[in-house]
């Protein structure tokens, strides 16, 4: 249990909406995404600059019916940077509890130690052509089990490369499932998948099922 004596367990809210989950292992399954808001990076493809600053502030409890309106077996909370809300460790706890199929989407800058075991944690690593390479928290490397994802958004051939020996570098591919999406019109999706073919690396290629379906529709 997480200690929130004295704290109001609430968070400001960008959005709740329902849509098709388009990334990592839960692609294509009814999502509630749950986007909180605020971020501390700024890389330079960012598709969700509106969660900066605008939202809501809501108690953990209004989150939660409103998820639950939805009827769906998976919550993903997103940002932004969710993790920059202390609460939000809470809110992944409530959601757990209720029984929702929960998963956390993190930029990688911060600690996810205190994240509930139950959720599924989608970490990012952040290459070069993010302009935020910097701010990878190698530490969190160590905390990845099978159940989490580590997440690599790739802008050109050199982000490539760099991905693929940051891989070796630092022994990812045994400890966690590893995912390579190209960059959303920046990078062509077959040639990134020429090269992952090629290198025969351990990865999986993936594209973001909803840029495909609907762009960059916000609320979707
Ligand atoms: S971490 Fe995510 S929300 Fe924050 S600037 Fe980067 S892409 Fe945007």
Request: one cysteine or more; glycine letters at 8%.
């Amino acid at each position: 249990m997480i200690e929130t004596v004295g704290k109001p367990e609430r968070l400001r809210v960008n959005e709740i909406f329902h849509s098709l989950q388009g990334e990592a292992d839960a692609v294509g399954y009814p999502t509630v995404f749950v986007r909180l808001t605020g971020c501390p990076l700024r890389c330079q493809y960012c598709d969700t600059e509106y969660a900066f600053h605008a939202g809501d502030w809501l108690d953990l409890e209004a989150i939660i019916n409103t998820v639950r309106g939805y009827g769906a077996q998976h919550v993903c909370v997103t940002g932004g940077e969710p993790l920059a809300q202390p609460n939000c460790l809470r809110l992944l706890e409530r959601l757990c509890d209720q029984g929702f199929k929960v998963s956390l989407e993190t930029s990688g800058a911060l600690d996810i130690s205190a994240v509930d075991g139950r959720v599924s944690r989608v970490v990012d690593v952040k290459t070069p052509g993010s302009h935020e390479a910097a701010r990878n928290r190698i530490d969190n490397f160590g905390l990845l089990t099978p159940q989490d994802q580590l997440k690599f958004v790739i802008c050109s051939r050199e982000d490539y490369d760099w991905s693929k020996a940051f891989l070796q570098e630092h022994a990812l591919s045994g400890r966690t499932r590893v995912l390579f999406s190209p960059s959303y019109n920046q990078l062509s999706p077959s040639a990134l998948a020429d090269w992952i073919l090629a290198d025969r690396l351990p990865v999986r290629f993936q594209l973001q099922l909803h840029k495909v379906l609907w762009a960059d529709t916000p609320g979707k």
